[in-house]
């Protein structure tokens, strides 16, 4: 059966550090991966999206890493803070709209 | 750009009644429109797929006709839980995508809060 896994610890990280959430699928060909940030009690928040053929996207002080060999993604958020906090959800599409969502990282960025 | 607005933010219900919650894109068009449910520490799941004129499409072991979906217009769809019970109780969230396809992102609601005592 298709499987997206997230960290399910809590990822503790000191302020100004590159924090790194990693993203694993199986059984899964998705044709887009998406990254998105949810606080507590909100619905999420669009960061990225990395398509297929792609194998790195950068936005600002986010990086998303795309591996389809590794059925892996990464996803950076270079000199945290602590505005940095929140649960990050990846979500694979394989290419007709339909999300599926992993469980989300939660991360914690310390002063 | 890109809004959706969800209402309300939290509602709580007796047993047996039922519950409406709207979804609006403000400042776009959306022929589709995605409802979600998410328990506490867990991912969201896609309940249904709402099509602007036509009907709901539901993922598997989704109750239709308790979980009723009506996407009147371009802007507007409805998600009605019928007949709740407590174990309905979970955070209910919708999308939409200003493009078709939703291949740039999906836009959320802030999502509802349903408690069912």
């Known amino acids: 059966s298709q499987k997206i896994e997230q960290n399910s610890e809590a990822l503790n990280i000191q302020e100004g550090k590159t924090a790194t959430l990693t993203c694993n699928y199986t059984?899964?060909?998705?044709?887009?991966l998406q990254w998105y940030r949810q606080d507590p009690g909100r619905g999420p928040v669009f960061l990225l999206l990395?398509?297929?053929?792609?194998k790195e996207k950068r936005k600002e002080r986010l990086k998303v890493t795309f591996d389809t060999t590794l059925k892996q993604s990464l996803f950076h958020i270079t000199a945290s803070q602590p505005a940095d906090s929140a649960t990050y959800l990846c979500?694979?599409?394989?290419?007709?709209?339909?999300?599926?969502f992993g469980k989300g990282t939660m991360l914690l960025v310390s002063p | 750009g890109a809004v959706v607005s969800q209402h309300p933010s939290w509602v709580i219900c007796k047993s047996g009644t039922s519950v409406k919650i709207e979804c609006r894109s403000l400042?776009?068009?959306?022929?589709?429109m995605f409802w979600y449910r998410q328990f506490p520490k867990q991912s969201l799941m896609l309940m249904a797929t709402?099509?602007?004129?036509?009907?709901?499409?539901?993922e598997q072991g989704v109750e239709k006709d308790k979980f009723l979906i009506n996407h009147a217009s371009l802007t507007l769809s409805t998600l009605t839980v019928t007949s709740a019970h407590p174990e309905d109780s979970s955070f209910y969230i919708c999308s939409a995508s200003p493009r078709t396809g939703g291949h740039y992102g999906y836009t959320f609601g802030s999502g509802t809060r349903l408690t069912v005592v």
């Open positions: 990395i398509r297929e053929n792609e």
């Open positions: 709402s099509n602007e004129g036509s009907k709901a499409t539901y």
């Open positions: 400042d776009f068009q959306a022929t589709t």
């Open positions: 979500a694979l599409d394989p290419g007709y709209s339909t999300l599926t």
């Open positions: 059984n899964y060909s998705p044709a887009y």
